[in-house]
Nanobody, 116 residues
Framework: QVQLVESGGGLVQAGGSLKISCAAS????????MGWYRQAPGKLREWVLI???????DYKDSVKGRFTMSRDNAKNTVYLQMNSLKPEDTAVYYC??????????WGQGTQVTVSS
């Protein structure tokens, strides 16, 4: 059974930092593309960053220079480091794992709230 479990969300003031994690079980993240998505109230879910199995990272323009993503294959975990947080970053953040041959898994999400 595949599980992606996010953790580390919380309340932070604008300008602050937060690091959230996504621990995977049932798959080896080294063979998957991994991504962070977010969904704010009343809005569609949107991608934030994705990292390929080779380590290449793509960033949504609005988070470039503020967010970064890393993966620890030994711990089967990916991380999202968020700096200079803004109130508009408030959302539920989801971890996603997928392959080019159609396997796709989502975590349950973790709430990040940025107060102004």
């Amino acid at each position: 059974q595949v599980q992606l479990v996010e953790s580390g969300g919380g309340l932070v003031q604008a300008g602050g930092s937060l690091k959230i994690s996504c621990a995977a079980s049932g798959i080896s993240i080294s063979t998957y593309r991994m991504g962070w998505y977010r969904q704010a109230p009343g809005k569609l879910r949107e991608w934030v960053l994705i990292i390929s199995s080779s380590g290449w990272i793509d960033y949504k323009d609005s988070v470039k220079g503020r967010f970064t993503m890393s993966r620890d294959n030994a711990k089967n975990t990916v991380y999202l480091q968020m700096n200079s947080l803004k109130p508009e970053d408030t959302a539920v953040y989801y971890c996603k794992a997928w392959t080019t041959w159609g396997s796709e898994y989502w975590g349950q999400g973790t709430q990040v709230t940025v107060s102004s």
